[in-house]
């Protein structure tokens, strides 16, 4: 079976950046997080041991975002290391980590780094 759990536009405020005002003054960031496993167990038990947990997985990105980085995608892949430890039936994960206020002329709604991992069995 193949399942996903997906954490979608979870809005966090931290200080990541080259600039040393992105690490003062900080802004908004959205994570998207989907998350792959067999959850066919927890499908028949109705059992929370049989599946992940997603508040841990939200407590993981939570405690992943407090740390400050120059780089959206040392972030992610910290955010990686920790859900593989966590939780190692995840066989695949997929994150996208958006600036909402990046520090570059031009309106938009943000600059984002998407990165997909597979984790071996």
């Not at 960031?29 to 992940?52: F, G, H, M, P, V």
């Amino acid at each position: 079976m193949t399942s996903k759990i997906l954490l979608e536009n979870l809005k966090i405020y931290a200080f990541h950046g080259v600039l040393p005002e992105e690490t003062i003054i900080g802004t908004y960031y959205i994570i998207n997080a989907e998350i792959q496993a067999d959850l066919s167990k927890a499908a028949a038990s109705d059992d929370l041991k049989d599946t992940i947990n997603y508040a841990k997985i939200n407590d993981i990105i939570h405690a992943e975002m407090k740390i400050n980085s120059q780089l959206l995608e040392h972030v992610i892949g910290r955010i990686f290391n920790r859900l593989q430890s966590s939780f190692p039936q995840i066989t695949a994960a997929k994150i996208k980590l958006t600036k909402t206020n990046p520090p570059m002329p031009g309106e938009m709604d943000g600059v984002s780094v998407e990165m997909e991992k597979s984790f071996a069995p």
